[in-house]
């Protein structure tokens, strides 16, 4: 693993028009991600994580006003024209959505689909991107690739369809995979199968990955950086170990003891109640502040905690994080 | 598990049930043959991926699909071949709560309206003021402001909405509620809240669940007995402890190898069973034991021989010619392919 940073986002907010008023979906988040790296964003509905990485990645939809710092690759998106910004999106992002037919052409084979991009991007002829095609269908373990090439979407099972698309996403060899809740559609055993895909390519050919899930068990697994965000916010980050072990945040700590875990024989599980503020009516303050259980004081209600270290390259924003270890 | 008898205290028993779809492509077999009995005050776990035919079981108990072959009975009475009319007095007995209270409640009607149609279809309230008592005090016991009884769904949260569902659900002071992945669409945050609104429930009121679910963490601690289910068969069943702790069938074993843990460490070195490829097709589901296609432990016997569920200790089922071993040889050879 080295040093280079493949995507960083400093101080990214972006503000959505709608009927009922300003939607304020990410305010002021910050994060990066090096090659070989997994970093994991994690939330409710809501949260923001989905549209901080479509925002950074210059996918926001239309009525979304975006500012901030984004550099791919050193390079500053904002300041490239329109084109430029696709062009190099499209050469060293590759992205996989919840739903493979969001990515698929219902029309065109698997093939196809997948050739295009290296036509496009590395310059392949028509047949050397056909056979790159089948490369990419074998690396993603589609059996009888040479076959299957010439496959329409509807013509493959659901968990096909999503390996067809990381075989898309990763056909041009990009720094960078952007997963959007990629197993949510799955059952388990799929889950299982799609996880060990990426973490096996990713091993393999170094690439980023910024993973955004509401799984807690599957970021477990593939995280080296987890990001939790609330309310259009990073409430915790650093490290999966530490943040799973020591959560420092009630919010982090409270989601981790709400599922059910079959090895401790428990009647009633841990509840946060409320729901997952919407972006159009966040609270003053802090955004955590009317469902949480630790509750300070009035300051909670009035002014925003800032992002602080509770310990190195752990940080939390909470005026009352949870005793780590050491202070115990 | 009691010495009592079955007949007695069974809410609902399915004896052999299949459930056939004619497709352009063929037959589907989507339930091909399940028996199995609801007892009452009890939570029978039901789990499986898609295709696995548990949603198709469930919509069975309410006669919503035609059974092809087989019985359903519903409190002591064979309803296989129940016409249309007498199924609204079954109806009554077998309340159903779905995945989406988006899409099962009418966006136009109030959630009060919701949840007296019920009790208008069952002539259960005398006058509109009994209505409206009835309404405000199944709001009460769902959780839910009576004020809300003016709203419409779009007002509410998802975690509000699934709660209507339910009221709506208690409304007939059913025998059964059948929930089919009544937390899957909702937040982490709301999953638990639901799941202590149902227990908490069971316990005032002594219902009966037939809990249906892909998530196998939240079955194992909703059930007091859980049933496996792969390609339109049970493939197991036994106790929450029994399927988790030493499951019998390699399919349930996979399974419970597959579903992830939130604890880093664990998660990253944990043993796992990756099944190969997809499930196959229900129209043409594989001879013998239907998960022999993708089962690591597969012999030749198994494509000849279509294994029946037997018991292997009290109370602990499963449908596999070499049950318990196979799972043993599984663990001990696991096939995970995270080795670089």
């Keep these: 693993m080295n040093d280079e940073t493949v995507l960083s986002v400093a101080d990214l907010t972006v503000t959505i028009g709608t009927r009922r008023g300003a939607a304020r979906a990410v305010a002021g988040v910050d994060w990066s991600v090096r090659a070989g790296e997994t970093l994991a964003l994690v939330g409710e509905s809501g949260s923001g994580k989905s549209m901080s990485v479509l925002a950074a990645t210059g996918l926001a939809p239309r009525a979304a006003r975006v500012t901030g710092d984004v550099r791919l690759l050193g390079t500053d998106l904002a300041a490239l024209s329109a084109a430029r910004r696709r062009r190099m999106r499209g050469r060293h992002v590759g992205f996989v959505f919840q739903d493979p037919m969001t990515s698929l052409n219902p029309v065109l084979t698997v093939g196809r689909q997948i050739g295009e991009a290296s036509e496009v991007h590395l310059g392949l002829t028509r047949r050397a991107a056909r056979a790159r095609a089948i490369e990419m269908l074998e690396l993603v373990g589609i059996p009888s690739a040479a076959e299957r090439v010439d496959a329409y979407p509807h013509q493959l099972s659901g968990g096909m369809r999503q390996r067809a698309v990381i075989a898309m996403a990763l056909v041009c060899e990009p720094d960078l995979l952007i997963a959007d809740e990629p197993t949510t559609a799955l059952d388990v055993t799929t889950q299982a199968q799609i996880v060990e895909l990426v973490a096996d390519l990713q091993r393999r050919l170094g690439t980023a990955v910024v993973w955004i899930s509401h799984d807690l068990g599957v970021v477990a697994g593939l995280a080296d950086t987890v990001a939790v965000m609330y309310g259009g916010r990073i409430v915790e980050q650093g490290a999966v170990d530490a943040v799973f072990a020591e959560p420092a945040h009630p919010y982090t700590a409270a989601l981790l003891a709400a599922r059910p875990d079959p090895d401790a024989n428990v009647t009633e599980l841990v509840t946060i109640p409320g729901t997952p503020p919407s972006p159009l009516e966040l609270p003053e303050g802090c955004a955590f502040w009317p469902r949480c259980s630790v509750r300070g004081d009035s300051r909670c209600e009035r002014e925003l905690p800032p992002l602080v270290p509770v310990a190195a390259g752990h940080q939390v924003r909470t005026f009352y994080p949870r005793q780590t270890r050491e202070d115990r | ?340």
């Design chain 2, 1 to 340: 598990m009691t010495g009592e008898s079955v007949a007695t205290d069974a809410v609902a028993e399915l004896t052999d049930l299949a459930v056939w779809f004619p497709t352009p492509a063929g037959m589907v077999h989507a339930v091909d043959g399940v028996s199995l009995t609801v007892r009452r005050g009890e939570t029978l776990g039901l789990v499986g991926e898609s295709g696995s035919g548990k949603s198709t079981t469930g919509l069975a108990l309410l006669r919503l699909v035609e059974p092809t072959a087989g019985t359903v009975q519903v409190a002591g009475q064979d309803v296989t071949r129940w016409s249309r009319r007498r199924l609204r007095r079954l109806r009554r007995r077998v309340a159903m709560v779905f995945q989406d209270p988006q899409a099962s409640l009418d966006p136009r009607h109030t959630v009060g309206a919701s949840i007296a149609e019920p009790l208008a279809v069952h002539r259960l309230a005398a006058s509109g003021t009994a209505r409206r008592d009835r309404v405000a005090e199944l709001l009460d016991l769902v959780g839910l402001r009576r004020d809300l009884a003016e709203r419409h769904p779009h007002e509410l949260s998802g975690g509000q909405r699934q709660r209507v569902g339910i009221a709506r659900a208690l409304a007939g002071e059913p025998d059964l509620i059948v929930l089919d992945e009544p937390i899957a669409s909702l937040d982490l945050s709301v999953q638990a809240q639901i799941m202590n609104l149902l227990r908490g429930l069971q316990r005032e009121l002594g219902l009966t669940y037939l809990f249906i679910a892909h998530d196998l963490a939240a079955v194992e601690h909703m059930s007091d007995r859980v049933a496996v289910m792969y390609l339109g068969r049970i493939v197991e069943s036994g106790t929450p402890a029994q399927i988790w702790r030493e499951p019998a069938h390699p399919y349930t074993a996979a399974l419970l190898s597959a579903v992830p843990v939130a604890d880093p460490p664990v998660q990253r070195s944990r043993q796992r069973i990756i099944l190969a490829g997809d499930v196959p097709s229900p129209i043409d589901p594989p001879t013998g034991c239907r998960f022999r296609t993708r089962c690591p432990q597969a012999r030749p016997d198994c494509a000849q021989t279509d294994p029946v569920l037997v018991e292997i200790s009290s109370g602990h089922q499963a449908a596999c010619l070499f049950a318990g071993g196979a799972v043993r040889a599984m663990r001990a050879q696991p096939t995970n392919a995270s080795s670089p």
